[in-house]
T-cell receptor
């Protein structure tokens, strides 16, 4: 079945760039998402990318997609303490399909 | 402001008791979902509903029940048949058919079984 894999932890110094990586198995994935979860709260959509795109940039966020390797990454430039959260990679095959989530990467910011 | 409201935020239950978690949305979304989140497990889909009076089982429906009598409301009952109910429960909604699939989440309900 479909699977989304991501590392569980990442530590980054404040001001550095954070890069969170994700791999997925479903070659039919059309929509790929990054969600952010702050402590004790629900998830919030950060950004998404269609499979026909290689890159998407939105202010400090850059999403890179390597469709051949089924690899998705989220880069956060100039990481701030407010970026401390769990980041979930997710995919769906089409607009109406179930969204499959990874286990989440906990981003820890070092002073 | 539009959004999703879950209640209660924290709930304690004795073993053998059923408990119902509330989820209400005023976003006029057709689809609603219940997820369970355990540490290191990510999100697992319990039930979802794409239209009023209809719902489908997700990946871990055993021990749970839902209803969708109104578009705005999708309550989840955790029954005594659920063997390990202590978890963080998240309700979500989406516009439904023809959208990019963005999910809007509530703030969650943390259930602890004593």
């Amino acid at each position: 079945g479909e699977d989304v894999e991501q590392s569980l932890f990442l530590s980054v110094r404040e001001g550095d760039s954070s890069v969170i990586n994700c791999t997925y198995t479903d070659s039919s994935s059309t929509y790929l998402y990054w969600y952010k979860q702050e402590p004790g709260a629900g998830l919030q959509l950060l950004t998404y990318i269609f499979s026909n795109m290689d890159m998407k940039q939105d202010q400090r966020l850059t999403v890179l997609l390597n469709k051949k390797d089924k690899h998705l990454s989220l880069r956060i430039a100039d990481t701030q303490t407010g970026d401390s959260a769990i980041y979930f990679c997710a995919e769906s095959e089409n607009r109406d399909d179930k969204i499959i989530f990874g286990k989440g990467t906990r981003l820890h910011i070092l002073p | 402001d539009g959004g999703i409201t879950q209640s209660p935020k924290y709930l304690f239950r004795k073993e053998g008791q059923n408990v119902t978690l509330s989820c209400e949305q005023n976003l006029n979304h057709d689809a609603m979902y219940w997820y369970r989140q355990d540490p290191g497990q990510g999100l697992r889909l319990i039930y979802y509903s794409q239209i009023v009076n209809d719902f489908q089982k997700g990946d871990i429906a055993e021990g749970y029940s839902v209803s969708r009598e109104k578009k705005e409301s999708f309550p989840l009952t955790v029954t005594s048949a659920q063997k390990n109910p202590t978890a963080f429960y998240l309700c979500a909604s989406s516009v439904g058919t023809g959208h990019t699939g963005e999910l809007f989440f509530g703030e969650g309900s943390r259930l602890t079984v004593l």
